[in-house]
């Protein structure tokens, strides 16, 4: 419920005040824009509600995360890109609406911005579908340093509890408070959000915010945690940008996987000559093609077991080879004086 989306787009014929807003713009502006040249809107970025990951923004996150949105880029798909770069926000206000409670029973809290974009024939089909309530989803990228559970207060990044999330302990439901926020990255147009209702892509850390941290950017080494970033981003059906790290690691694992396919493949051509062997003297009736079209489409486990089985029929068959390797102990037995020449 991080409820992100286009509230209110501005004319020029809007009862708010363009001048002041003009002026907070061309403080951003290399010059001074004019009315008939940019294009305003409103919306909100983020709130105090529960969300379906169960976890929420304090108050006091939306207030540090007030100043962090002012002159943040909006892009598309949260894919950073300098030709995704659509509009930029100028002002921002922690907005307290006392006729709503949230799930846990607070007052409900917003954070609104205003953002600008320049008239132009790029961006006029864009206007058009803001004006018709066609683009109206927001999400945002941002970095908390904590997630404290509602329960007992600790920090599941740190110290985490054994308070589950979505759980309810003693008539009251588990949560995780967003606090702490270490930066603001940038919002953007999403056509199907990642939370109910729009969707805030969050990342728990406090490393610099240089290094393009959002939802589905994978930036650990880890292959378990890649590979399950890469099924969070296909159950989403987002695109999923991974890190230079993750790339190294992704790398070195993949490469050890070939080497580990090669050995493994030797080793079943191998137990597919052994198994072969065995069933050409145990299942003599059989001809050379019907081993073969047999044992050709037999998985590791269904050929080790057939071997077991092979192998358990031959010794019961007392099958030997026609010439016993000679030693000192059985040179002379009497088993061998037929192949004495």
Not at 7 to 33: A, G, H, M, V
């Given at each position: 419920m991080k409820l992100a989306q286009i509230?209110?787009?501005?004319?020029?014929?809007?009862?708010?005040?363009?001048?002041?807003?003009?002026?907070?713009?061309?403080?951003?502006?290399?010059?001074?824009?004019?009315?008939?040249?940019?294009?305003?809107?409103?919306?909100?970025?983020?709130?105090?509600?529960?969300?379906?990951?169960?976890?929420?923004?304090?108050d006091q996150s939306l207030e540090t995360l007030k100043s962090m949105f002012l002159g943040k880029t909006g892009i598309f798909d949260h894919i950073p890109t300098g030709s995704n770069q659509t509009a930029r926000i100028f002002f921002t206000d922690v907005i307290t609406d006392n006729s709503k409670k949230t799930a846990d029973n607070k007052p409900y809290k917003y954070l609104l911005a205003k953002a600008y974009m320049v008239r132009s024939e790029k961006n006029k089909d864009l206007i058009l579908e803001i004006d018709a309530g066609i683009k109206k989803e927001i999400s945002v990228g941002c970095c908390v340093k904590s997630k404290l559970c509602s329960i007992c207060g600790s920090d599941h990044k740190t110290t985490p509890c054994s308070h589950i999330p979505g759980q309810?302990?003693?008539?009251?439901?588990?949560?995780?408070?967003?606090?702490?926020?270490?930066?603001?990255?940038?919002?953007?147009?999403?056509?199907?959000?990642?939370?109910?209702?729009?969707?805030?892509?969050?990342?728990?850390?406090?490393?610099?915010?240089n290094s393009n941290i959002f939802n589905f950017i994978i930036n650990s080494t880890n292959i378990s945690e890649i590979k399950k970033s890469f099924d969070i981003s296909l159950e989403n059906q987002k695109a999923c940008l991974i890190s230079q790290p993750a790339i190294k690691s992704l790398t070195k694992y993949i490469f050890d996987l070939e080497k580990d396919s090669l050995a493994a493949k030797d080793f079943i051509l191998d137990l597919k000559n052994q198994v072969y062997k065995l069933m050409s003297v145990t299942q003599p009736f059989l001809s050379q093609e019907s081993i073969n079209n047999i044992i050709k489409n037999l998985?590791?486990?269904?050929?080790?077991?057939?071997?077991?089985?092979?192998?358990?029929?031959?010794?019961?068959?007392?099958i030997k080879p026609q010439l016993t390797p000679l030693t000192p102990n059985n040179f002379d037995q009497e088993e061998n004086t037929m192949f004495k020449i």
């Open positions: 509230s209110k787009s501005l004319s020029k014929t809007d009862s708010e005040n363009i001048n002041q807003n003009l002026e907070l713009i061309n403080k951003l502006s290399r010059r001074p824009l004019s009315q008939n040249e940019v294009y305003i809107f409103s919306m909100i970025l983020c709130d105090n509600e529960i969300d379906r990951d169960f976890e929420k923004f304090s309810v302990y003693n008539n009251q439901s588990c949560f995780l408070i967003l606090s702490e926020p270490s930066d603001a990255y940038e919002w953007s147009f999403v056509a199907v959000p990642a939370q109910v209702n729009a969707g805030v892509i969050k990342n728990y850390n406090n490393k610099s915010p998985s590791y486990q269904e050929l080790k077991s057939l071997k077991s089985n092979l192998s358990s029929k031959s010794e019961f068959l007392n």
